[in-house]
């Protein structure tokens, strides 16, 4: 854990709460796990990560594979530095993989707006692969607005900020090992 004056000059006099401890994650990567490798027997999916948020989560979910997998990653742009999502996606780095006629399986961090993920959708059936799948750690059921199902869910949470696990407050905090709430005192 950061020691609380690195910790202070980063979130100033905001309150950092614990919201899914680091074995309460671990244990439902086992699950989904499971589900996942269940569903992809005998086949050979591109697991394709979503940065910079999913890249712990995405590195936990893999290793628990009973399936034989390829990795890519795709990196977009929409909270830019603050709290809120900006409204608008921006593809900063694109996939590398030839996904037409291959499984994709996409790894989210957290699904707020839906925004990210409608994006990514278009782009990855434009490209018309076997099937898409979608896992997210993290979805926010009262602001989403996606029409979709989305494959894989670990949590439900509110409408609330959350940081750790890969999830960042203005690019930092990405290493805590559990998942909190970041709030204004
Ligand atoms: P959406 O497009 O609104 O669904 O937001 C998706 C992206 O915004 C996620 O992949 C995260 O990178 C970021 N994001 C959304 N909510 C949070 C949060 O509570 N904490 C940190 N990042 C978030
Ligand atoms: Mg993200």
């Known amino acids: 854990m950061l020691n609380k004056s690195i910790l202070t000059s980063i979130i100033g006099n905001q309150k950092l709460t614990e919201l899914i401890s680091e074995n309460d994650i671990k244990k439902r990567i086992s699950e989904i796990a499971i ?3 269940k569903s992809y027997e005998g086949r050979i999916p591109i697991v394709i990560g979503v940065l910079n948020g999913a890249f712990l989560f995405m590195a936990d979910i893999v290793r628990e594979l009973d399936v034989e997998y390829e990795v890519d990653f795709i990196k977009i742009s929409s909270y830019g ?9 921006r593809l900063l780095k694109d996939i590398s993989a ?4 291959r499984d ?3 790894i989210e961090d957290i699904v707020d707006t839906g925004l990210s993920l409608k994006f990514l959708k278009k782009r990855f059936e434009d490209a018309a692969p076997n099937s898409l799948a979608f ?5 926010k059921p009262f602001t989403s607005k996606i029409d979709f199902e989305i494959d894989y869910i670990g949590f439900e949470i509110g409408d ?5 696990y890969g999830l960042d407050y203005e690019q930092k905090l990405r290493g805590l090992p559990s998942i909190y709430t970041l709030t204004e005192d």
């Not at 896992?135 to 979805?139: E, H, I, N, S």
């Open 135 to 139: 896992v997210t750690l993290l979805y």
């Open 98 to 101: 030839d996904i037409t006629g």
């Open 160 to 164: 609330k900020f959350v940081v750790g």
């Open 81 to 89: 530095n603050s709290k809120n999502s900006s409204g608008t996606v």
């Open 35 to 37: 589900d996942i490798s």
């Open 104 to 106: 994709i399986l996409l």
